[in-house]
């Protein structure tokens, strides 16, 4: 296992999280208008893991936000969102993820994943994550569990809307729009 270096994302970082994002997520999930919202915003933190090379090996972007700003971010199931988190706000928001595959099983996840929970705690009553559900292989729902998050929901069709709306490909279903489910964790 090579060494992994963990720091806040710069802008020098956001040519190598689009085309990490873009691999992992799928074409134009990710913008770099997006990125940037995680500098220098109190309530948004972008960190990425780099080997003693200095190549990024992977990312992480995670937020508190209030209830509002969750059912803003939520692209469907809305109410169910507002009753579950009504009374759990400032809620903590695992958004994205990704590891380079080159360094793939090396723990990048975890490292991630556990600093990401690190840095909601100081200010989230709860952490909640919307992972892809890959069918046959979630490693990031492993990396969840692992770091003591659990599934309350699974939601089938998550992003279909919303890949329709911003004409984003999906890694596993291509071209809009993207039929996955969307597994909600809970720390």
Partial sequence: MSMNFISPINQADFKEILTLSDKL????????????????????????SKSSKGEITGF???????????????V???????EYFSSKAPIGVIKTVGVNPEYKNQGIGTLLTSKGIEILQKEATTIISMCWDQKDDT????????????LIKTIPAYWEEDSLAKEYSCKICGEPPCLCAALIYEF
Avoid at 36 to 47: A, N, P, R, V
Avoid at 143 to 150: A, F
């Fill in 25 to 48: 997520l799928g074409a134009g999930y990710l913008d770099e208008m997006q990125l940037q919202k995680y500098l220098g915003d109190k309530h948004k933190t972008g960190i990425v």
């Fill in 60 to 74: 992480q972007l995670v937020l508190t936000c209030e209830l509002d700003e969750l059912l803003q971010m939520s």
């Fill in 76 to 82: 469907s199931e809305h109410n169910w969102f507002k």
């Fill in 139 to 150: 490693p990031f729902a492993r990396v969840l569990e692992k770091c003591n998050i659990h």
